[in-house]
């Protein structure tokens, strides 16, 4: 397939790209690992003007232990996720989440970064940040600015970027407590994009009642969506499976799935249910466990 | 899993020589690992041009008019055809395989999404791709017909109202067997069982997509056409008599293939308009599909809505069986299939089984979809009719409360029986169904499994034993009973052997994968002594190799198989007389070892086919033609029936209808195995995608004809992460008919394994009643199934 024509460059620096952006102006995008930009061109769904490469930008690909969170950079790939031993000991429904995104060859090539800017409501990473209460830090030509996730994913396909802004980095706040996450996910085939997908992290207190819950959907509402009510149904009390199947019933009824090729919405309601309640079973085991 | 002997027990060819039974590698894969092949898209000629077409966003319009002024003015435009154009060439309708015609480009309206309704010539295909956006066409919309229900209903709207005399959108209809002495036989039977069922549309999806470069030569006429084609001659033929071509002019090349699966067997539209487009311009023109049309205007497979009764016997005999058909055949009947048969050879639905009477009703309808019904993988709807029997027979067990293989097992033809004429007229040529089965059944443990499946079920766990016992039937013709418009289904070979005992083979039928190269090459050491790697196969170019139908339905080891054998036979024949000259022995006296000649009880005495090669140039003996080579037509007197017994055992979860396989095991019997490793590659491929249609594959369309399935996000072929590891194993029962007592297995397990990966979900929830889940068993469906049989 061949994609209509368009004028590209690739910076080294993030000041030449954000030079380049603001040139450029709006038919200007950012390109990272092309996972999903590419392939909305080659079908001519997005015809951008003008691409700004960021691969060749150098200190891009960090993963870096900051006072209470992790810091991604922009160019860290899905698989560096998989590997990192220090997402590996800080967040497991990252690295649970890791694998099941599309197959090796886009794992090696896709960002995190990418990802949660392009806010596909199948995409699987904007669930777990949502979980994880992450925070985006953008720039632009004028500085810099933090912002919550919650507010970050606007709708799908929509962030809350200013015009000439770029996603630096995500930060990943570390559990304060035992702490653990899960990240279920019901795909046809590898390399398909979630049916249904269902983060959860969970931090227990000193008495062992569950002190932080996050949980979050993919591909079940318009957006990668948080099941706020789930969350409360959890916050302060005991962890039970009684507890567990409330918390799935009220993550199915934040979820406002579609019947489409993939299934009905009442299945999948059912299946955002159960994952719920198996991610946080995942999720209590691993906070348990820590000492 | 390597098959160490042929059909007497040892192999007759040292490794050396690498006949049959023996896992050559593959020769054509030097070069297709090394990136080397050369396909279609990598045909570049001088001046050559470039072609996108412009397909129908709806699905059933009236086209007011076309407006191609911007993209003609567009710089690197060179010409913009419609079908108006082709119309002043005769060309805008063109015949398809069954007979029926199908829209070259859009003249009327437009019958299905993704239709040809204009095409752009450019310097570039970016030029091309982008002049499709500056061709402007007023459409009004007319219902669309998405189902063949729909389609068959009262006053439905004509879809074909371009043909004289078609009043409804009724296809064809057809039947098969004795109706009277079927219902004889279900008025009396004790038990009755009945499915309904649907297979759904499918596409072969080959990875290469479909494409052409046609180079017309303007001063001397010569039509070269560079196509992925299954059948390069057949399309010669139709090149011929479509465009009124001196078909002597006519040279069709299929260079290497990248898989065909029945895709590459109809004509399509973008070769007409190609070759059109070369013939008007003067120059080359390439095009080449994408993914996304390969997908929604190319040949789907299956479609069909069926019906299945199987009458019984108190003992649990089978009586007989009744089907009907409803097929989904889009906007233009363009099965790939002998004329005979308007449903194909779905009538040998009766399976492996022996009963009297049987009665097959089969009707198409047109509706507003792509056209197609190809044989995906399979000989003309043998995929269905494997499907709907192994379902029925799996279900009449349950219902009559019998174990399924037990069940099969009363019923199946015994060994005896061969040759067996079955109630629909087919002549099974061999078979021994129970052993195969029960060799199945001991390497899954059958009696175990059964065992830990009552334990799984009361902890509420769902496992579940499905199976299939298959027998298809491959290779046609005999040219009695099988053509495809008109042209009888016979093949041939033509070897030559150089005077250094190198040969050269070539062959009317056409590799997209299969490993021709080498199984062909084998054929010939095994019955002339030359070494498989001495010996080049040559396939696919019209103007160099011997007339033939071509590759799919499993006919070519059948057909051009036998052809082989034959010529090699032939030729051995006059090397005897060769060799009789040079050891100044009478030919009687000469006896044969794979690759030489000796003097009976002097085995000293001998020469090799190397020396009788170069004698038969440098030393003919007087009374003999020089050189060593001739052709043959093989018709073949029968089909051959490749059978065996699948075993797949899955758990589902029953909380959200997902299911995994944990076993697959495949005992087939394809006759005597050539290679054994190109057989069991051809046999995990079907695997693979007999996994794929149980699973996930299905090409749909929502009311307004939209289709999904247009892209390999939404058309989900698996790979080697999620299929299911395979154990596989064999039986080896000769077809008594065949040369080298060969069948057909290109297929065997895309035709055979659907129903035993359904049937083994089925099986997990029969204690709860459930009796059908339509394809693809997506987990929804399953839950659904599992909630409406509780509660
Ligand atoms: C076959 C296949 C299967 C896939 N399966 C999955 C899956 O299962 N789960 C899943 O989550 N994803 C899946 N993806 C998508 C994949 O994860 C992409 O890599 C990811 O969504 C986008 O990241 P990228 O780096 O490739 O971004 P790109 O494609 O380069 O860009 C995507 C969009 O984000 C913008 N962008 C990228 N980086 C930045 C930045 N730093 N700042 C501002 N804007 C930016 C781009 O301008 C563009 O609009 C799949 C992709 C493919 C091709």
Redesign the pocket.
């Known amino acids: 397939m061949y994609p209509p024509a368009f004028n590209y460059s690739a910076p080294t620096s993030v000041e030449e790209v954000l030079a380049t952006l603001a040139k450029e102006g709006e038919g200007a995008?950012?390109?990272?690992?092309?996972?999903?930009?590419?392939?909305m061109m080659k079908l001519r769904l997005?015809s951008p003007s003008y691409l700004v490469d960021?691969n060749d930008v150098d200190g891009l690909d960090y993963i870096t232990d900051v006072n209470g969170h992790v810091a991604i950079g922009?160019l860290v790939r899905?698989n560096d996720i998989v590997k990192s031993e220090l997402i590996g000991s800080t967040n497991h429904a990252m690295t649970d989440a890791a694998p099941?995104?599309?197959?090796p060859i886009?794992r090696n090539?896709?960002?995190v970064?990418?990802?949660i800017?392009?806010c596909?409501p199948?995409?699987?990473?904007n669930s777990v940040m949502l979980a994880a209460r992450a925070e985006v830090v953008a720039q632009s030509a004028a500085g810099e600015r933090v912002i919550p996730i919650d507010d970050f994913i606007v709708d799908f396909f929509t962030n809350s970027?200013e015009p000439g802004?770029?996603?630096?980095e995500v930060r990943v706040p570390k559990y304060t407590g035992r702490g653990g996450g899960a990240y279920v996910k019901l795909?046809r085939k590898i390399?398909?994009?979630?049916t249904v997908g269902v983060a959860t992290q969970l931090e227990l207190g000193d008495d062992g009642k569950i002190a932080k819950a996050g949980i979050a959907m993919t591909a079940v509402n318009s957006k990668n969506t948080r099941a706020a009510a789930a969350e409360q149904v959890l916050v302060g009390e005991t962890p039970s499976d009684e507890l567990f199947r409330e918390a799935g019933n009220a993550a199915a009824q934040a979820s406002e799935p579609e019947t489409n090729v993939r299934g009905t919405e009442e299945w999948k309601r059912e299946v955002v249910s159960v994952y719920t309640r198996r991610g946080l079973e995942t999720a209590l085991a691993q906070a348990q466990a820590q000492a | 899993m390597t098959t160490t002997a042929d059909q007497v027990g040892h192999l007759h060819t040292p490794p050396e020589i690498g006949g049959i039974g023996h896992s050559v590698r593959r020769h054509e894969d030097d070069r297709f690992i090394q990136g080397a092949g050369n396909y279609v898209d990598d045909i570049e000629l001088p001046g050559m041009l470039h072609m996108a077409i412009l397909r129908s966003p709806v699905a059933h319009a009236k086209i007011l008019s076309i407006d191609t002024s911007e993209a003609t003015a567009l710089e690197g435009v060179v010409a913009v055809v419609t079908g108006e154009l082709m119309a002043e060439h005769n060309l805008a309708w063109m015949p398809t395989l069954s007979g029926d015609t199908q829209a070259v480009l859009a003249t009327d309206k437009v019958r299905f999404q993704g239709q040809e309704v204009a095409a752009v010539i450019a310097t570039h295909p970016y030029i091309a791709r982008d002049a499709l956006g500056l061709i402007f066409v007023d459409y009004e919309e007319l219902p669309a017909i998405t189902s063949p229900q729909q389609a068959m209903a009262d006053g439905a709207v004509l879809i074909r109202d371009d043909k004289e005399g078609q009043a409804d959108n009724l296809a064809y209809e057809w039947e098969s067997g004795d109706k009277d002495v079927t219902d004889r036989a279900f008025a009396e039977a004790d038990k009755i069982v009945s499915l309904e069922t649907h297979y759904p549309r499918s596409h072969p999806s080959p990875l290469e997509t479909c494409g052409a470069v046609a180079d017309v030569d303007p001063a001397s006429g010569q039509v070269t056409i560079y196509m992925t084609s299954q059948a390069p001659h057949a399309h010669r033929t139709v090149f011929a008599l479509v465009a009124g071509l001196p078909e002597q002019n006519i040279r069709i090349i299929s260079p290497d293939i990248g898989g065909g699966f029945g895709n590459k067997v109809p004509v399509y539209p973008g070769y007409v308009i190609a070759t059109a487009a070369s013939l008007l311009i003067g120059k080359p023109v390439k095009w080449v599909e994408s993914r996304t049309e390969n997908l929604i205007s190319t040949g789907f497979a299956r479609d069909y809505h069926m019906k299945g009764e199987l009458a019984l016997n108190s003992e649990g005999r089978i009586l007989a069986l009744r089907t009907e058909i409803l097929s989904d055949q889009g906007a233009f009947f363009a099965d790939a299939q002998p004329t005979k048969f308007k449903a194909g050879l779905f009538h040998i639905v009766t399976g492996s089984y022996d009963y009297p009477a049987a009665h097959v009703v089969a009707r198409g309808a047109y509706t507003n979809k792509a056209p197609g019904g190809v044989a995906y993988r399979c000989s003309f709807r043998v995929t269905e009719a494997s499907y709907m029997i192994e379902r029925l027979v799996q279900n009449a067990a349950y219902d009559i409360g019998m174990d399924p293989a037990e069940f099969r097992a009363l019923n199946f033809i015994k060994p005896e029986q061969f040759p067996y004429h079955s109630p629909t007229g087919f002549v099974y040529d061999s078979g021994d169904y129970e052993t195969a089965m029960r060799k199945a059944l001991g390497i899954v443990d059958y009696e175990a499994l059964r065992k830990e499946q009552a334990e799984a079920r009361a902890e509420g766990r769902l496992i579940g034993i499905g199976m299939a016992s298959f027998t298809e039937v491959v290779g046609a013709g005999n040219s009695k009973d099988y053509d495809i418009l008109g042209l009888k289904m016979f093949d041939s070979a033509e070897l030559r052997v150089h005077p250094t005992g190198k040969a050269i083979l070539k062959l009317g039928v056409k590799s997209q994968g299969q490993g021709h190269e080498t199984t062909f090459a084998q054929i010939v050491a095994e019955e002339l002594g030359i070494p498989a790697g001495d010996i080049k196969v040559l396939e696919g170019d019209t103007d160099n190799t011997p007339y033939g139908l071509g590759t799919y339905a499993s006919r070519s080891t059948p057909v051009a198989g036998a052809a082989t054998a034959m010529i090699s036979r032939t030729l051995r024949e006059k090397a005897r007389k060769i060799a009789a000259h040079l050891l100044e022995a009478s030919a009687d006296d000469l006896d044969w070892e794979p690759g030489k000649f000796f003097v009976k009880g002097s085995p000293e005495q001998s020469v090799t086919i190397q020396d009788v090669a170069f004698a038969a140039y440098t030393n003919p003996p007087p009374d003999e033609q020089p050189g060593l080579e001739g052709v043959h037509y093989y018709d073949p007197p029968n089909m051959t029936y490749p059978f065996g017994t699948y075993v797949v055992v899955v758990e589902v979860d029953a909380e959200t209808g997902e299911w995994n396989v944990d076993r697959m095991i495949a005992v087939d019997d394809c006759g005597v195995r050539i290679n054994p490793m190109i057989v069991d590659g051809q046999i995990m491929g079907g695997l693979t995608e007999g996994f794929a249609a149980a699973t996930n594959q299905f090409i749909t369309f929502d009311d307004e004809g939209n289709c999904i399935g247009s892209n390999f996000?939404d058309y989900l072929v698996p790979t080697a992460w999620e299929t299911p590891r395979f154990e596989l194993d064999e039986t080896v029962t000769p077809s008594p008919h065949h040369p080298i007592g060969a069948k057909g297995v290109g297929e065997s397990a895309t035709v055979g394994s659907p129903a035993a990966y359904v049937n083994a979900v089925i099986d997990a929830l029969a204690h709860l009643g459930v009796r059908n889940i339509d394809m693809p068993l997506l987990p929804d469906r399953v839950w659904s199934a599992i909630q409406n049989a509780t509660g």
């Not at chain 1, 802004?165 to 630096?168: G, P, Q, R």
């Open positions: 995008r950012v390109l990272a690992g092309g996972q999903s930009l590419i392939p997005a960021i922009a899905h099941w995104i599309a197959d886009v090539r896709g960002t970064c990418g990802s800017a392009h596909d199948e995409g699987d990473w970027l802004e770029i996603v630096k795909e390399g398909d994009y979630a | 996000m």
